[in-house]
């Protein structure tokens, strides 16, 4: 279970996909964020994550932490057209673990 500790933890441009609040990674299929919040403190991280249930993305970069709601579609033109309908800048292909940008 992710913890503020984790948080904490975590190093400039590292991240993580929680499924019930657990670190998760998949095979195949495309990973689409549809809203977020952007904070610079690992409580306030903790309840962004707490609000979407523990099931969102989780990026830190820079002093900030990115608490992206978001979830798992089998093809990259899903996850492309979920991308650009919440002006997303990127998805996220788990097979080779590439950004595809919308």
Known sequence: MVTIETLKALRNNDGMTLKNGEAV???T???VATEGYELTDAKSA???IN???GNCGVWFSEGVYYIDK???VNTKREAM???RAHNQISVL???KMQLAYC
Do not use: D, F, H, V
């Open 70 to 72: 978001s979830r798992r």
């Open 46 to 48: 903790m309840e962004a």
């Open 29 to 31: 299929g495309w990973q």
């Open 81 to 83: 057209e979920i991308g």
């Open 25 to 27: 990674t998949y095979k």
């Open 51 to 53: 609000a979407y249930n």
């Open 93 to 95: 292909g788990w097979q």
